[in-house]
């Protein structure tokens, strides 16, 4: 059979060379961040529960990112499981852990796709951190997490709306001129997924600062 593939334009070449070029630039700087803490707090970088960062890293990694980038555009997206605590109560949390452990393996692939920080806090909420990305795109990747959660069909008897584990993300772009920007926006986005799962859950909130 013929090969049927479509070659590739210039301008589709010269976007993907961008975005790979963008991939690698936050990974340099990630690690760049991350050797700055040193060999000693190595083991406190990962979430036991999820596989993620810790949330401190995301915090640490947004205020740090003015240092790299004076002025750009950043996106912090938060996600917060609906009724978790609820479910936590009820069922305990070695099974509490078991859906978080689930939960996260979605984002990560998700993240992966963008080139973006994910993290995790003790609480279960989870945050991605995607310096660049723009206000639309933000709300695409939200849409897409809430989506994702709710696919995985993980059964949660608490669950109001639904039988199964439902999310709530907020998804938060403005300008960051600097770390009390950045650390503003993450402060927001916190905010308006607990707005999110106040209002009944399963939903996604976009703002544009």
């Not at 990962?46 to 915090?59: C, K, N, Q, R, S």
């Not at 917060?80 to 305990?92: C, H």
């Not at 950045?182 to 703002?207: M, S």
């Amino acid at each position: 059979m013929a090969d049927q593939r479509i070659p590739m334009t210039r301008e589709g070449y010269e976007k993907l060379k961008a975005e790979l070029d963008r991939r690698q630039a936050r990974e340099r700087e990630l690690l760049n961040f991350l050797s700055s803490w040193g060999d000693r707090r190595a083991n406190l970088w990962i979430d036991e529960a999820t596989g993620l960062f810790v949330g401190e890293i995301a915090e640490a990694y947004i205020a740090a990112g003015a240092k790299y980038h004076s002025e750009e555009v950043v996106s912090v997206v938060a996600l917060e499981l609906d009724r978790f605590e609820a479910f936590r109560s009820a069922n305990g949390d070695d099974a509490s852990q078991t859906i978080l452990a689930q939960v996260a393996r979605a984002v990560r692939g998700l993240a992966a796709t963008i080139g973006i920080i994910s993290a995790a806090y003790r609480n279960g909420m989870i945050v991605l951190v995607a310096p660049g990305l723009a206000a639309g795109s933000a709300r695409q990747l939200g849409e897409a997490l809430c989506s994702t959660v709710a696919r995985l069909r993980l059964r949660n008897p608490e669950s109001v709306g639904s039988d199964h584990v439902t999310a709530s993300v907020a998804a938060v772009t403005g300008q960051a001129k600097g770390g009390t920007d950045r650390i503003f926006l993450l402060t927001q986005a916190i905010a308006k997924v607990k707005e999110a799962i106040a209002a009944g859950g399963n939903r996604v909130l976009a703002l544009s600062m």
